[in-house]
């Protein structure tokens, strides 16, 4: 357990005097909040107020995220730009 406290020890050192890393990882955090109570709430939102059924709404979140796999396997095999 040691390495990996270490290890977390290293990484947070290497976030917090890096000017970039550091403003990546707390626009990240920030925004990643929001995201969160936005996400639950619209499951409540189309099973009461649109009355899909919670298999549906599954469905339908389950298909967004595949849909966020494709684009990012797409975008992995697609390559760096051409400059």
């Known amino acids: 357990?040691?390495?990996?406290?270490?290890?977390?020890?290293?990484?947070v050192r290497y976030v917090r005097h890096?000017?970039?890393?550091?403003r990546?990882?707390?626009h990240g955090a920030v925004s990643n909040l929001p995201l969160t109570g936005y996400q639950a709430l619209l499951v409540v939102f189309l099973?009461?107020?649109?009355?899909?059924?919670p298999g549906t709404?599954?469905?339908?979140?389950?298909?967004?995220?595949l849909g966020g796999v494709a684009g990012g396997?797409?975008?992995?095999?697609a390559g760096p730009p051409a400059r």
Request: hydrophobic share 50%.
């Open 1 to 11: 357990m040691q390495s990996g406290r270490f290890a977390l020890a290293e990484g």
């Open 18 to 22: 890096d000017r970039i890393i550091r």
């Open 24 to 26: 990546l990882a707390l």
């Open 47 to 53: 099973v009461r107020e649109i009355g899909l059924s």
């Open 57 to 65: 709404v599954g469905l339908l979140l389950t298909l967004t995220a």
């Open 73 to 77: 396997g797409a975008g992995a095999t």
